[in-house]
């Protein structure tokens, strides 16, 4: 094993699927990860929207599938009147253990900042949900030589804020922007460079070690190996492999091999 971090394979759905879609995604994904051996498994996580949870939730339940089911994003504040949004505690209530917080499309589309990730990541943690903090520079932004100075203000704004003790239960997801959805995937040493400088800045506020970070951006089978076979790449965040469960058994399988 290259670390004692247990690596996480995540799907992001973003807005694709209904409940009915959902949850046959779900029975066929348990169907094929069912042949695979239970011990090299990764957290799998999947991460539907939020009309689809309850019934992902159940459907995972009824299988006794070991999927753990992500929010794709949530409101920091507990309940108000905030028209729209859904908050941490309604999360917990339904027994969701892990939300995507900061994605880019989040913060491009809809406002957010590095702030107010830093506010649902504190918000998450205090529910004892698994925040998936995610970073990543835009295509300009590594033209002009500046990845590293994004990565670390988006990484800092979120560490200042949360106790050392929280950082074994923080999941750092370093996506570059301009790898997202577009097939050009970030090269695995380059991957695992921006990785590992997010580790150092963990590492600044506490114990590092048990922190996992992710790489995400065009993940599909063929490149796991290589991404995961980094030292410091626990898994990967998935967007539109995560799709189709046959896709998506495709990481798994290839993230099995490598952290076996
Ligand atoms: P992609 O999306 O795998 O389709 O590039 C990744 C993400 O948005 O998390």
């Not at 028209?83 to 589309?109: C, F, K």
């Not at 076979?229 to 399988?253: C, M, N, R, T, Y």
Request: hydrophobic residues 45%; contains cysteine; negative net charge.
């Amino acid at each position: 094993m290259a670390n004692a971090r247990r690596p996480v394979i995540a799907g992001n759905w973003k807005m694709f699927k209904t409940t009915h879609e959902a949850t046959t995604f779900v029975e066929s994904l348990w169907q094929k990860v069912q042949s695979l051996n239970s011990a090299e498994l990764p957290d799998i996580v999947i991460c539907p929207p939020f009309t689809a949870l309850a019934s992902v939730q159940t459907c995972i339940a009824k299988l006794g599938a070991p999927f753990l089911v992500a929010a794709q994003t949530m409101e920091s504040r507990d309940n108000g009147a905030y028209t729209g949004e859904i908050s941490p505690l309604m999360l917990a209530d339904l027994g969701i253990q892990w939300v995507v917080l900061g994605h880019s499309e989040r913060r491009q589309y809809f406002n957010e900042t590095d702030e107010t990730v830093a506010q649902k990541t504190v918000a998450a943690l205090k529910h004892g949900i698994t925040p998936i903090v995610c970073v990543g520079e835009q295509l300009m932004e590594r033209e002009n030589g500046l990845t590293d100075a994004v990565i670390e203000q988006q990484v800092r704004a979120v560490l200042t804020q949360i106790s050392a003790a929280d950082l074994p239960s923080i999941v750092i997801a370093y996506e570059p922007v301009w790898a997202i959805g577009t097939g050009k995937v970030c090269e695995a040493p380059e991957a695992n460079r921006v990785c590992a400088l997010i580790r150092h800045f963990v590492s600044e506020y506490g114990d590092a070690k048990q922190t996992r970070v992710l790489y995400g951006g065009s993940v599909k089978a063929d490149n796991t190996q290589a991404l995961m076979g980094q030292s410091d790449i626990d898994g990967g965040l998935v967007g539109g492999a995560s799709l189709e469960a046959e896709s998506f058994v495709g990481i798994i399988k290839q993230a099995c091999l490598v952290k076996a």
